[in-house]
């Protein structure tokens, strides 16, 4: 008897402490289809037109990253700052992505990736890299937009925003969400130095 009312106490206590450090809703970890609309909930998503979102093109910068792990992140400790730049591709279901990444030592290291749509899904594939999936999800901070990586060993997710310096509350809120989505590890790039300039070949 004695039992059975210390487990009921404690079922009833987890249900307080749920309710109190409950993660935001789910509307706040929207995924953004290749049309350019929102679907909750968000993994479980509609077939997706074949047009990407024109808002999400053009110029961004990457501002935070967060992950389960320190290593997950670990490929960005030497960064200062890096710049994004979306494009359309020439051939159809494809998208451009270049960037160039400010080093903390100074250098500049540009990089270039091909992302393929997927029709039926929301997911982003990295040419050259089949084990990896990349999520867009929408944010609530003006000018901002998250995604989620994951591949082999890996999943983060990575704040990027219009401006390099974005208000304090938008990285203090993907913190806040992130962390609640057990990726406690958290990265702020410094932006100490000037961006890079980004290739146009």
Not at 34 to 45: I, N, Y
Not at 127 to 146: A, H
Not at 149 to 156: N, P
């Amino acid at each position: 008897m004695f039992h059975q009312i210390w487990a009921a106490v404690l079922y009833l206590y987890g249900i307080l402490l749920n309710s109190i450090y409950q993660c935001p809703e789910h509307s706040q970890l929207t995924s953004l289809g290749a049309d350019g609309k929102e679907w909750d909930p968000p993994l479980l998503l509609p077939s997706l037109s074949l047009q990407f979102p024109e808002p999400h093109l053009g110029q961004w910068y990457f501002i935070a990253g967060a992950a389960p792990t320190k290593e997950e992140l670990a490929t960005f400790d030497p960064v200062d700052n890096i710049i994004f730049s979306m494009v359309a591709d020439s051939v159809p279901m494809q998208l451009q992505l270049r960037a160039t990444i400010r080093m903390k030592n100074g250098n500049c290291v540009p990089r270039k990736w091909i992302y393929h749509l997927t029709e039926g899904s929301s997911d982003l594939k990295t040419e050259g890299r089949p084990d990896m999936k990349t999520e867009l999800f929408s944010s609530s901070c003006p000018g901002g937009i998250m995604l989620k990586e994951t591949g082999q060993g890996y999943q983060r997710f990575l704040f990027y925003n219009r401006s390099p310096y974005p208000p304090e509350k938008c990285v203090e809120e993907f913190q806040s969400l992130t962390s609640c989505l057990d990726s406690k590890a958290f990265l702020l790039t410094p932006r100490n130095q000037e961006a890079c300039q980004l290739s146009s070949d």
